[in-house]
């Protein structure tokens, strides 16, 4: 161990010591989530008796209601079945999973039904960021390791707000892979207008999507991934049953409204 990295142990060391202190100062102290407060518990043990409220992240609904749809010329018209995931180029992300399960799902459908189906790999890409870089380039070659056809793989980098928005009212399921995310709003953006979920099941998305209700929750597993894709694309009813309950979990859950009135009882030390 060199000099530098020992000296950054201690260094870090010596701020989370303060972290953790200056957490434990608060009168309350709040979580996004319950597996945030599970993580908490066991990263903090001077803490781990104490008392955590959940608070749920809110979305602005006002802002996905005002923003039109856009063109996205990338994305061929043809495209009846579209799958997207949504998450910045990044390894922990879990991108893979996605392509994996894609081509996986061509030995669960038809060939007619499979090339009606199209997989958007889009998210945040920072062209001074090395592991945007790299991971990137390396879920370009996966795909062409499965001999995914082309022109049912799309890839956007850096979608604009317009472009996300869209891509989520367009598409047939989005695909959620982060394993142990401690919340995850993309799920939550996703059921708001209408678009079932396919995550895994671990972490927030645990408590963002009811299973069967909002979204599906599946296994960190392609064929597991796939079989869920298979199904929204032959289930109509559940499809529409999963477009009609999602809305309504995020505006009772998760929309400013209900995030204020969350906030406003733990103020006033309320019972919700």
Request: hydrophobic residues 35%; positive net charge.
């Given at each position: 161990m060199t000099f530098l990295s020992a000296y950054l142990i201690k260094f870090r060391y010596f701020l989370d010591s303060i972290e953790e202190f200056s957490t434990g100062l608060a009168d309350v102290i709040c979580v996004n989530s319950m597996f945030t407060a599970s993580v908490?518990?066991?990263?903090?043990?001077?803490?781990?008796?104490?008392e955590l409220t959940v608070l749920y992240p809110s979305l602005n609904t006002e802002f996905f209601d005002k923003t039109e749809e856009c063109s996205i010329p990338e994305i061929p018209e043809s495209a009846e079945y579209i799958f997207t995931s949504l998450n910045r180029f990044?390894?922990?992300?879990?991108?893979k999973l996605a392509i994996e399960a894609f081509a996986y799902l061509r030995t669960l459908v038809s060939d007619d039904e499979f090339s009606k189906c199209h997989l958007v790999l889009a998210g945040g890409y920072d062209q001074l960021n090395q592991e945007n870089i790299d991971y990137f380039k390396e879920l370009v070659e996966y795909v062409d390791f499965f001999s995914?056809?082309?022109e049912q793989v799309t890839f956007l980098r850096s979608p604009s707000d317009e472009e996300k928005i869209t891509l989520l009212r367009r598409s047939r399921a989005v695909l959620y892979t982060?394993?142990?995310?401690?919340?995850?709003?993309?799920?939550?953006?996703?059921?708001y207008v209408g678009t079932p979920v396919i995550a895994v099941n671990s972490g927030g998305p645990k408590e963002s999507i009811v299973h069967l209700e909002t979204g599906l929750l599946a296994e960190q597993l392609p064929e597991a991934f796939a079989e869920c894709m298979a199904r929204l694309i032959r289930d109509e009813p559940l499809v529409k049953k999963l477009r009609q309950m999602g809305?309504?979990?995020?505006?009772?859950?998760?929309?400013f409204e209900a995030f204020s009135s969350r906030l406003d009882h733990i103020v006033k030390g309320e019972e919700f």
């Open positions: 908490f518990k066991q990263t903090f043990k001077s803490l781990k008796d104490r990044e390894v922990k992300k879990n991108i995914l056809p082309q982060p394993h142990n995310e401690h919340f995850g709003i993309v799920p939550v953006e996703s059921m809305p309504k979990r995020v505006h009772d859950l998760f929309a």
